[in-house]
């Protein structure tokens, strides 16, 4: 069996399902949800415009690249990140490619020049593929209208009101990154990996992945690595850091990575994937919460401000500048 299970959001009532939630997120900081509700013509659309994407030749791609090192929105090329590096790890740049979008109608930024800098930044969009921004906006809503749908029901697993979360995440600072993996004609370098071992920074991520050779690997209570399955029409969810600060630990956010796709596989080993990483309100405070503090407990964590914390962690990932 699966170390990830497989949940159904649709099935029981809002309390049960809450409750088979909080038991993923406190054994394993991950889940695949079914019954989510996301109209599958958003998500086809969504997927097609990607791979369009992804399809332009490098120029094209490269006319909307993060226009300098840390910038948050844009085209980052193969090679352009190390995810192990947020934790310290300085192990080569991953091979990936990517193409990320922040919020398009926020309110009006806090008093923060790092705010205006980093979640307040321009969306960058390019030429083509036709119809690749409404797409991504369309695909941006509705898994932002999801993500509110699943912070109600981890606040019901934490034993708080269904709205705990709510004026934490009403001016969300969410991004949605493209992932395209290329083919791998030439063998990686010791230690370098599609994507290195890393926990995300938010609250929660919302994953739809391909079912291809060198797939996503969550690291078990073992220390084992283990395959996240792929479920038709599902979402893999997974806990951040800043879930496991609210929660004292209780609740995990796990390491994980995308693995090279075996040196012998046949054909295309070509992988995408599309990643909505919730964060809560810039100015959101994240504090050990009341019920995830034991008689005799101490918090483990100081509190934290939301941006900030993003902004610092992204940063640390950059290895080259976009060009």
Sequence with gaps: ????????????????????????????????????????????????????????PEAAKRSVAMPRPGYPYGYSPVAGESLARSLGDRRPPDLKESFSIGPADLTPPPDSADAVAFAWAANLWPAEPPGFRDAMLAYYRALSDLAGRLMRLFALGLDLPED????????????????????????????????????????????????????????????????????????????????????????????????????????????????????????AEVACLPTCLGPGETPRYPPVLSGPHLASKFRSTVTLPAV
Excluded: K
């Design 1 to 56: 069996m699966s170390l990830v299970p497989v949940i159904d959001l649709a099935a029981g009532q809002e309390r049960t399902v809450a409750a088979a939630v909080a038991e993923a997120c406190g054994r394993v900081g991950f889940l695949v949800v079914t019954g989510h509700g996301v109209p599958a013509a958003v998500i086809d659309r969504g997927w097609a415009a990607a791979r369009a994407f992804f399809d332009l």
């Design 164 to 283: 705990f979360f709510d004026s934490r995440i009403d001016r969300a600072i969410s991004a949605l990154r493209l992932l395209n993996y290329p083919d791998q004609p030439v063998p990686p370098e010791p230690g370098q990996l599609r994507a290195g071992a890393h926990t995300d920074y938010g609250s929660l991520t919302i994953l739809l992945p391909q079912d291809a050779p060198g797939g996503l690997e969550v690291q078990g209570a073992d220390s084992a690595w283990h395959a996240v399955p792929t479920v038709p029409g599902g979402f893999v969810i997974n806990l951040g850091d800043l879930m496991a600060r609210w929660t004292n630990d209780r609740w995990r956010s796990t390491l994980h990575r995308v693995v090279n796709p075996p040196p012998d596989a046949a054909g295309s080993t070509r992988r995408q994937s599309i990643a909505f990483f919730h964060q809560p309100n810039w100015d």
